[in-house]
């Protein structure tokens, strides 16, 4: 490549305002580091989308979330546009304008048909502690580069009881609702505790002691929650650790594999039962929980105690201001 051929770094793609972690390098594609040719696409993009009717500025306009937060002058942010969905769409789809509109235009009619708004303001998970015994998902601290972990085990499923007091219908709801307060709550949390922006997860999906059966029960679930993440919540995962892998795991794989896209399939690492090193070497071992070799054990177990910055009482008494700021209009 030529030295006229190498992409050039935007003028405009400076680093936000409020990072305080002095060894912060964005990676390529996010603000901070944009080509000129990336800066371009994100400009059309949005012009196109505000042409349409499409653009939703509470949700898409970094410079409405500034405007809330800035003034509070405070050494947080809320990932700025590195977790608004234009980039998020925009690196899905490469950069391409047009695909990354069809990909975005698509996922606000899905949050028409799902209902997410009312999801997000009443849906109320009643059956949480009943779920966690069956079928644990969890959030729980953040790994060494500040990204809250997530914890999926599948090898404690019990598919019948977990049906007798939920449906896959409420689940995915729950999904959603996690979905939308990781990117509105817990990445902002995150992100104010390590000094920089923080817009992905860490992912540890535990398959100790799963069986074919059990998995195939919950194949539906799997593959409407696997769609849900890559196509109306892309870009959000960042470490994925499939762990305790038995043999079998290879028909189950089969199975998964052609639902996911080769970006994500990049980003899973899948090993047996020998994981330890590999969790700790990107978890701090307080914070991974002691049945997966960390030394955490919450009071009220790990799986329901929801524990991280986000939960905070510095971080919720911010998310009070902002949401008071909203409300009345004090922080335009």
Known sequence: MSSSDA???ASASALP???TDSNYKPLPGRLGNLTVPQQHALEKFKKELQDEGVFVKERMDDATLLRLILPMRRTFFPSLICFICLHRFLRARKFDVALAKKMLVECEQWRKDFGVEDIVKNFDFHEKEQVDKYYPQFYHKMDKDGRPIYIEQLGKLDFQALYACTTQDRLLKRLVYEYEKFITSRLPACSAAVGHPVETSCTILDLKNVSLTNFYRVKDYVMAASSIGQDRYPECMGKFYI????????????????????VTVSKIDIVGSSYKDKLLAQIPRENLLKELGGTCQCEKGCSLSDEGPWNEAKWQKLEAEMSNGMVNGNAA
Do not use: H, K, Y
């Open 7 to 9: 992409p050039m770094q």
């Open 17 to 19: 305002e409020g990072i």
């Open 243 to 262: 762990i305790n892998a038995p043999w079998l795991f290879s028909g189950v794989w089969t199975v998964i594999r052609p639902w996911l896209d080769e």
